[in-house]
């Protein structure tokens, strides 16, 4: 079975665009492209990866379908759609034609409003997705969590994956609201969880790996070993580690799992849920 990384980032550093890579993040102000993620995924045994949108834009999906054309190991596009778009079945039906666009994302933790997503012309935006076989990525913080709830049960049907475990804040070990609303949405079949982007909602420099355990437990335990997956946030990773730390963390917790479960959550997973060739 393919070993697939199911979440990391291409981007050409533009300081206006990318404004959110602070000075905190200076490590990251710089180009990342296929060319410097493909021996890193080599070295540690991955056959291919998805990548999903930094940049809201349409712009964003041809940069991306561009690396995507030129490098067979990326095997899937999360990108951008404007949901909300009186146009948005149109939008959907001309992007439908790129095979490797596999699902959009939009980046409800930024919104003022925390229930963005349950607004009409969202959700009318999200009711459209299935026609065309996308999948949702939901990049949200906790408190979006119960939010995030009720937009899945209206659409049992689509496909959605939590980015991130929803960012808990594991600095200050807040877990239990956010263990119970995630219990609450793994309930639905219709959803994923990735498990990523972990090492940047800790202390950036002083990490354990076993600060993650509680919240890796929390989620297998919720979602169980098919719909959870692995993605490394790489370059996003790197302000807090490397991506040979990051993967190390989940090589290491799922070591005592079977060579089935280990399949489904370094690639099996993702290719079930983003259809990948």
Not at 204 to 210: A, D, E, F, I, P
Not at 227 to 250: F, H, N, T
Not at 261 to 277: H, R, S, V
Request: hydrophobic letters at 40%; proline letters at 4%; glycine letters at 6%.
């Amino acid at each position: 079975m393919l070993r697939i990384d199911s979440h990391q980032h291409f981007w050409r550093f533009d300081p206006v665009r990318d404004s959110w890579i602070n000075e905190d993040m200076a490590v990251i102000q710089k180009d990342f492209l296929p060319q410097d993620l493909k021996p890193l995924l080599d070295q540690h045994g991955f056959d291919g990866c998805v990548t999903v949108q930094s940049d809201q834009s349409y712009d964003e999906n041809r940069f991306q379908l561009d690396n995507a054309s030129r490098n067979d190991f990326i095997k899937g596009i999360v990108g951008w759609v404007e949901l909300v778009s009186p146009h948005i079945e149109k939008d959907l039906d001309y992007l439908s034609q790129f095979e490797k666009l596999k699902g959009f994302r939009h980046v409800l933790q930024g919104e003022k409003d925390r229930a963005f997503m349950l607004q009409p012309s969202f959700m009318n935006g999200i009711s459209l997705l299935k026609k065309y076989n996308f999948t949702y990525d939901i990049l949200i913080f906790p408190d979006q969590l119960q939010h995030s709830l009720e937009l899945v049960k209206a659409f049992p049907a689509q496909p959605f994956v939590i980015d991130h475990i929803a960012k808990p804040s594991i600095k200050d070990k807040n877990i239990n609201g956010w263990k119970k609303d995630m219990k609450a949405i793994a309930e639905h079949e219709n959803v994923y969880c990735k498990i990523s982007g972990m090492v940047t909602e800790t202390d950036w420099k002083q990490w354990k790996k076993n600060d993650f355990t509680p919240y890796i437990d929390t989620v297998v335990e919720a979602f169980g070993t098919d719909r959870i997956m692995y993605g490394s946030d790489w370059p996003v990773c790197l302000v807090a580690g490397s991506y040979e730390k990051v993967a190390g963390i989940v090589k290491d917790y799922f070591a005592a799992f079977s060579s089935a479960e280990q399949d489904l959550f370094f690639g099996g997973n993702a290719i079930k849920f983003y259809n990948l060739n």
